[in-house]
């Protein structure tokens, strides 16, 4: 099924929005997500953005200021310039190995393991350890009980291109949000990462908004935990 660019729309009662649009990487149609985070004085955070097109910014710009766009993880900046430019009052926060790729961007600065203070009153953060190269940085709203991913759990479904079926088979993401098999690979220390898993699971969440596959609705505790089960034994809350 071919994925299809939906509007911006409201993720259960809380303050966050999404939109999914096309994206092929490697010649895949897996699509990816952006999320608004409506913050407690009314302003933005806009987390991994898909093009600053006029209807997505007229669409933004009814929720609230712009504040804060995030890229976070290596691979999710394609289309930070574009919100640099048409908000340019906004600061710009990447992974930290990112912020080296994009030099052309004016960065505000680099995630870390703790939230920044212009968003730490609604949304918690974690540098996942042990898988330097892809730098992600996990979120979660906690007003809305709400994870928030890139590609550290992705997943495929039957209703996808055979392509991405096929990959997700042999990755392990079929019908399974999890991290692939191929990058399971550049996880240099699973200690690290094991650590990360437990202070995520420490946080108060229910749902996982995920960038590449089907959202997760209710028990999203369960489902990370599964899907971080290749680490070794299984993390408890």
Known sequence: MAVRETPLERFGAGDLWIKRV????YGMQMGTRMTVVRLDDGGLLIHSPTAAD???????????????????????????????????????WGSPKLLDKRRDVAWTGALGDQPEPGWAGAVDQALFGGYDWLSEVVFCHRPSRTLIVADLLESTHPDDAWLLRLFGHLGGDFEHPTLTRDQRLLVRDRAAARASVQKILAWDFDRIILAHGRLIEQDGKRVFRDGMRWLGPPASD
Do not use: K
């Open 22 to 25: 096309p994206l092929r990487f």
């Open 54 to 92: 006029a209807g997505t910014r007229a669409a933004v710009d009814q929720l609230g200021r712009v504040r804060f766009v995030v890229a976070p993880n290596r691979l999710h900046h394609l289309w930070v310039a574009e919100w640099a430019s048409a908000y340019p009052d906004a600061e710009l």
